[in-house]
């Protein structure tokens, strides 16, 4: 049972527009959200990260918002630049010791 | 450099046999966190050790075991290896014990068993 989905595997948007990447939970414990970015033959390297407490977190060209009735969180990037084009993994904690749960990934595709 | 140090970074190996991985977490970072990406899967969470002791499991087979050494680097054991166990395995590091402010993974090993 997955409890982080991506329901899309890829995304394909041009230079200079708004990327938008989605992600939805089931797990009404989570309480922090993560982004990490992976580039090939790279291990994934964290982005941002959102609080349950608020519904929206922004640094620089990416801002993560949170809809927690909706269990719904989405990742924008804005202008999306050639650098972007990476696999971005959405990921929920519910505190404590445990891993993260990650969904698996989508690969944004930044064309020229 | 994430300052997360994986070895070795390919690994071939026979079904059957065992393979051992290791992890040098970033200087100062107490937990180490052990994660198995199969194709087209997610990281899936294996286990995590802090400041040498197991503070949870996730979804490791128990043909798998890993312990962190006083120097705080890990190794992640992998026995009896099948086909399905082919992978790529990251190693990550934080300093806290909670998850929640994210950590650093290394560059990962890939596994592949013939």
């Known amino acids: 049972d997955q409890q982080v989905k991506q329901n899309s595997p890829s995304l394909s948007v041009q230079e200079g527009r708004i990327s938008i990447l989605n992600c939805d939970y089931t797990?009404?414990?989570?309480?922090?959200f993560l982004w990490y970015k992976k580039y090939p033959a790279e291990g994934p390297t964290f982005l941002i990260s959102?609080?349950?407490?608020?519904d929206k977190n922004e640094d620089g060209r990416f801002t993560v918002f949170l809809n927690k009735s909706a269990k719904h969180l989405s990742l924008h990037i804005v202008p999306s630049q050639p650098g972007d084009s990476a696999v971005y993994f959405c990921?929920?904690?519910?505190?404590?010791?445990?891993?993260?749960?990650f969904g698996k990934g989508t690969h944004l595709i930044i064309q020229p | 450099d994430s300052g997360v140090t994986q070895t070795p970074k390919h690994l071939i190996t026979a079904t059957g046999q065992r393979v051992t991985l290791r992890c040098s977490p970033r200087?100062?970072?107490?937990?180490v966190y052990w994660y198995q990406q199969s194709l087209d899967q997610g990281l899936q969470f294996l286990i995590h050790?802090?400041?040498?002791?197991?503070?949870a499991k996730g979804n490791i087979l128990e043909r798998f075991s890993a312990q962190q050494f006083p120097d705080l680097h890990s190794e992640l054991n992998l026995s009896s290896l099948e086909l399905g166990d082919s992978a790529l395995y990251f190693c990550?590091?934080?300093?806290?014990?909670?998850?929640?402010?994210?950590?650093?993974f290394g560059s990962g090993t890939r596994l592949t068993v013939v």
């Open positions: 200087s100062g970072d107490l937990s």
């Open positions: 990921a929920a904690s519910g505190g404590g010791a445990d891993g993260l749960t």
């Open positions: 050790y802090y400041n040498g002791e197991e503070r």
């Open positions: 797990n009404s414990m989570f309480d922090y």
């Open positions: 990550a590091s934080s300093a806290f014990l909670r998850g929640d402010y994210g950590y650093t």
């Open positions: 959102i609080s349950s407490i608020k």
